[in-house]
């Protein structure tokens, strides 16, 4: 059993697999991600766009009384926006269907 100095293990193969680990395992839940899709996240809707444009999506959906907020992400290559109250999932990605044409 490795020695543990403020909660980190001093055996650094075992920390750097775990690491490893960790990181393919957000990277592939990042890739998994389809822009402008409408997907349920912990009781609301959230939509992820390509970086940059979420700010011109919100416009779009608030034209059409859609209240959502613009996130950015930790990976930069896509902004989330978090819907507020309750939108019917069908109807919003219809709309953001028809803005991503």
């Known amino acids: ?15 750097r697999r775990l690491i ?3 990181l393919e395992e957000f990277t592939i839940q990042a ?5 402008l899709k409408v997907y349920p996240a912990g009781g609301q809707l ?3 766009v390509p970086g940059g444009r979420g700010e011109e999506l919100r416009l779009h959906l608030e034209s059409h009384g859609v ?3 613009v996130s950015p992400t930790a990976q930069r ?3 989330r926006l ?3 109250g309750d939108v019917d999932p ?3 990605q219809a709309i953001v269907d028809q803005w991503g044409r």
């Open 1 to 15: 059993m490795p020695r543990l100095r403020r909660g980190v293990p001093q055996d650094g193969r075992r920390c």
């Open 20 to 22: 490893s680990k960790r």
């Open 31 to 35: 890739q998994d991600v389809e822009e």
């Open 46 to 48: 959230v939509v992820h």
């Open 67 to 69: 209240r959502l907020k």
């Open 77 to 79: 290559t896509f902004e």
């Open 82 to 84: 978090e819907v507020e």
């Open 90 to 92: 069908e109807t919003l």
